[in-house]
């Protein structure tokens, strides 16, 4: 796998329209796990982890890698490039987890989930982690057995409309058909909003989000929603993006991030700090290209963050550098961002809530002492 994103020749001409305030992404087998990053795997149950409750980071380093449910449906954040190799904003994070274990970014296997398939896959065993456009809700956290580490991506829910109907605000929306993914939060918070405004509807289910696109673009149905940023990764690749506008309205909260399964607090931590790692390195200035430039620094909260100082890796039970690995192999958040979804991809989203706090943002790590 590899960290730039590539994306097949005829979206290079695509000039994506409209301002999208904040955008990031809700809506969201039994493989065989041969080999790292196989994408041709045939379904079996035999590799499960089989301890379910016991401890993930013996049975991943025994491995040799982690397994991680992901997208492959969605530009930007997790799909298939035009050399069949996965990438995009969730799929390096979940390179930072191998980065810090292993000192080796491609030390993962993607294992491509649906919404309705992805908490069974997580709560069975097989797979290790759920990096998937996921949204962190309380029936979710407690109900279903996950625990979510930090949000990578605050975003909300969005519709798309076709731009000549006219139609510019939700109230609009009386009586048409829209399309949703089932499995995801989609459908109940387009149920309470409209319920809300009194509006009456036909939700149109899908069991992903290539059909609910496909039966949009053929005039099957009105509208169809899904969180901002799915909605702008899918009209960049539709025939003609310009001839779909997004509403301004946002239906509800959805912050997006990685998840695991209850009861190994040692993973869930490692997941987590590593996942502050990056934003934490964005804010000391931190970058895969200076951060050499770090390692012996006199400043103590450098020195604690770089492994140079203190034991905080070995709290973890994982090596006191492994920010450093994270930072080196992937980036920090900044670079994450831009590479997947920043001004040079045609996605070119604004940050909004996802940049720092001192930048008019929201995110922000607990210090690294």
Known sequence: MKGKMKLI???????????????GCSAEGDETAAEPNDTDQADTTDDKNQDVDGNTLATVLDRGYVIVGGNNQLPGFGYLNSDGEYEGFDIDFAKTIAAALFDDPEAIEIRPLSAQERFTALQTGEIDLLIRNTTWTLDRDVALGTNFTPTTFYDGQGIMVRADSGITSIEELEG????VETGTTTESNLADEFRKYGIT???VLFDDSDAVVEAYESGNIDA???????????????????????????LSKEPLGPTVRHGDDQWFDIVKWVTLATI????LGITS????????????VIRRFMGDEGELGQMLGI???F?????????????IYDRNLGPDTIFNLERGLNDLYTNGGILYSPPFR
């Open 9 to 23: 020749t005829f979206l290079l001409s695509i000039t994506l329209i409209g301002a999208v305030l904040l955008v």
């Open 224 to 250: 169809w929603t899904t969180d901002k940023s799915g909605l702008v990764s899918r009209q960049a690749t539709m025939q003609e993006p310009s001839a779909h506008v997004i509403l301004s309205e946002s």
């Open 319 to 321: 090596e006191d550098d």
């Open 176 to 179: 048409a058909r829209i399309g």
């Open 201 to 203: 509807y036909e939700q």
């Open 289 to 300: 290209a200076n951060y050499e430039d770090f390692l012996d620094s006199e400043d103590p």
């Open 323 to 335: 920010a450093v690995r994270v930072i080196k192999h992937v980036g920090n958040y900044q670079e």
């Open 280 to 283: 934490e390195a964005e804010e």
